[in-house]
């Protein structure tokens, strides 16, 4: 994983896959996760606005696990346990 150590972002967009960010700052800047590998932001500021997007699979894959939640069944219990842990309870919910 490549680290970037107190970088200032502002209005850029940034593709976060494989990277570890510590003690940076964005301000208004969009963070683009592509789902090829998993990032980390670790004790950043985030100024304005800043957002994530989700491209490529990463999208996909959450898109897929919202509808599994949304029609029950089967599959709803697996999409509980991968967007919340098997122990979580209802405040530790991604939403």
């Known amino acids: 994983m490549q ?3 107190k970088g200032s972002f502002i209005g850029e967009t940034i593709d976060v ?3 570890e960010f510590r003690h940076c700052t964005f301000e208004r800047c ?3 996760f592509h789902g090829r590998e998993t990032f980390a932001t670790i004790e950043c500021r ?3 606005g800043c957002t994530l997007a989700l491209a490529d699979h990463a999208g996909v894959v ?3 696990l919202r ?3 949304g029609h029950g069944g089967g599959f709803a219990d697996a999409a509980r ?3 919340y842990g098997p122990d979580a ?5 991604l939403h």
């Open 17 to 19: 896959d494989g990277k």
């Open 81 to 83: 346990h991968f967007l």
């Open 67 to 69: 509808a599994f939640l």
């Open 46 to 48: 985030f100024i304005d």
């Open 62 to 64: 959450v898109e897929q």
């Open 3 to 5: 680290t970037i150590e």
């Open 89 to 93: 309870g209802p405040s530790a919910r």
């Open 30 to 32: 969009v963070l683009r």
